[in-house]
Nanobody, 126 residues
Framework: QVQLVESGGGLVQAGESLRVSCAASGRTFRSYVMGWFRQAPGTGREFVAAIRWSTGRTFYVESVKGRFTISRDNAKNTVYLQMNRLRPEDTAVYYC???????????????????WGQGTQVTVSS
């Protein structure tokens, strides 16, 4: 049974940094793409970043390029999202997701992901 558990959210001021983590368990994720999504109140779930576990290939939404970095630790079976220069508009619940993806493609929509975590709140004050 696949389980994704996010942690590391919190309250920070604009310009500060935060790292959220996603501990993955239940299977080998070598053929998976791991994604981070976020959802602010009253909005839909927005793609933030994704990483192909086997190759480390990454993909980002334009608004976070140069500020956020997605990475994975094979030994800990954990995916990270390092968020720098945070802005108030980054405030949202951040979700980790996993998609079985044996092809080389990396970018998938939220509807295409197979497993989801429970989310962790990130709040950026101005």
């Amino acid at each position: 049974q696949v389980q994704l558990v996010e942690s590391g959210g919190g309250l920070v001021q604009a310009g500060e940094s935060l790292r959220v983590s996603c501990a993955a368990s239940g299977r080998t994720f070598r053929s998976y793409v791991m994604g981070w999504f976020r959802q602010a109140p009253g909005t839909g779930r927005e793609f933030v970043a994704a990483i192909r576990w086997s190759t480390g290939r990454t993909f980002y939404v334009e608004s976070v390029k140069g500020r956020f970095t997605i990475s994975r630790d094979n030994a800990k079976n954990t995916v990270y999202l390092q968020m720098n220069r945070l802005r108030p508009e980054d405030t949202a619940v951040y979700y980790c997701a996993a998609k079985f993806a044996p092809s080389s493609y990396t970018h998938y929509t939220a509807e295409e992901y197979d497993y989801w975590g429970q989310g962790t709140q990130v709040t950026v004050s101005s």
